[in-house]
């Protein structure tokens, strides 16, 4: 069963995690480019990073440092989620509080993305003219909230990504107890 550092651990390693992510996205801001969608994956580092840390902490503060798959799994995963909650949290207070600027940036980037000939052509070969409309006002209407709900749920989100980061640093650090037979 679970030992009393399950909590602490995935508090402490998840916020780390929010943190380094909140970090890594003014740091990409500073340099002068939008911190949002593709400049933010590599963040998922971070959060891959405390996985593995809040893991084989977990297996340390256990008895005779076992750990089944399924607490591994659980450590990851809430650590993952956890961390997600903090940076998604602090991506909607700081593009919330920034007068939209990096936003506004972001969506006249995509929205100029989309209308390259190129670009555009292809969607509307892919999926009409109509769904490609859908898109565009799509972005038009983003808001904080929306990114801050795609940190967490989105295609690219920490969520679905970290579920087989989980399954895989579960599978590596995860070890039984060990049975001596008695002769």
Same mark, same amino acid.
């Given at each position: ?18 943190? /380094? ?5 003014? /740091? ?42 399924w607490e591994g799994f659980a450590v990851a995963n809430l650590t993952n989620i956890f961390g997600a909650c903090v940076s998604a ?5 700081? /593009? ?38 859908t898109i565009v006002e799509a972005f038009k209407i983003l808001s904080p ?15 679905? /990504? ?22």
């Open positions: 069963m679970f030992n009393k550092s399950f909590t602490k651990t995935i508090i402490i390693y998840g916020f780390i995690a929010g943190l /380094l992510t909140l970090a890594y996205c003014l /740091l990409i801001n500073n340099i002068g480019q939008i911190p949002l969608d593709g400049k933010k994956a590599p963040s998922m580092f971070f959060s891959i990073l405390m996985m593995v840390l809040a893991v084989k902490n977990y297996r340390k503060h256990n008895p005779d440092e076992t750990l089944h798959f949290l602090g991506l909607y207070f700081w /593009l919330s509080a920034n007068g939209n600027t990096i936003l506004a940036d972001y969506i006249k980037q995509t929205i100029d993305m989309l209308n390259v000939p190129a670009v555009k052509n292809g969607y509307v070969k892919e999926m009409g003219i109509a769904s490609f409309n909230k929306d990114i801050a709900i795609d940190e967490i749920f989105g295609l690219k989100g920490k969520m679905p /990504l970290g579920i087989l980061v989980s399954i895989m640093i579960s599978l590596y650090f995860r070890r039984q107890y060990q049975y001596i037979k008695k002769p």
